[in-house]
């Protein structure tokens, strides 16, 4: 199978789970793909999940409820050995059907939702573990192909009069309502699409990380079809 990722100077591609985990960000290197070609049936389980909110969370007891075709149970089989793997890594990966996020609205000027490009923070060690099974599919950056937006003149004014208090915390508003999170791609940007079945791990901006965290949005929905992702 060819694989589209080698190309890009912020993907390092792997072919076991033992990679993916064990090799170390480095150099541009903030986004790891185990690359895989999936059988089985996805979209079987995606229609025969109920969808009870916009984000659903799917339990093991509800995957394994399904009546599912021998394709269909294959697909199953990929999720629940998934799963496991990552449970085993002592993460806590969660299923979701999506039908859409919620929309970041509030202001006109910068967007703090996860269809912005955004770097995912956290107080420890750790890294974002993600695989789309069915529907589309999310798009990281490459640092160089993205400008913080509050660094954007435009931006930075409006924030600086949103805000209302001493110069010298205006740094940690900007930290607590997220605003430092969230990229504006460059025009000539070329996004990297992660498609479908295979497993990325990507940098998360923490005290020991050793890279750039990876930027990356949640994709536009399309209209009747649902999203099968698991993340932790």
Known sequence: MKNPYSEHAQVGVVSTFSELVNTHF?????ALCWHRSLEGDFNEIVAKLELK??????????????????????????????????????????????KSYERDEELDFIS??????HVDRSPIETDTFLCTYQGPASDILAQDQVEQKILIPEIREKL??????????FETF???????????????????????????????DHPTQQVSPCVHRAPAEKDGECRLLLIC
């Open 112 to 117: 703090t939702d996860v269809y912005s490009y």
């Open 53 to 98: 909110e916009n984000i659903t969370e799917v339990s093991i007891e509800d995957l394994l409820a399904l009546p599912l075709s021998e394709k269909g149970h294959l697909a199953r089989e990929i999720i629940l050995a998934d799963i496991q793997l990552l449970t085993d890594l002592g993460t806590s990966p969660c299923l979701n059907l999506l």
């Open 26 to 30: 480095h150099g541009d290197i903030n």
């Open 174 to 204: 900007l930290a607590e309502y997220f605003f430092d999170l969230h990229y504006q791609p460059k025009t000539d940007a070329k996004p990297v699409n992660l498609g479908s079945g295979h497993l990325w791990r990507l940098a998360v």
């Open 160 to 169: 600086k009069k949103l805000y209302d208090g001493p110069a010298a915390d």
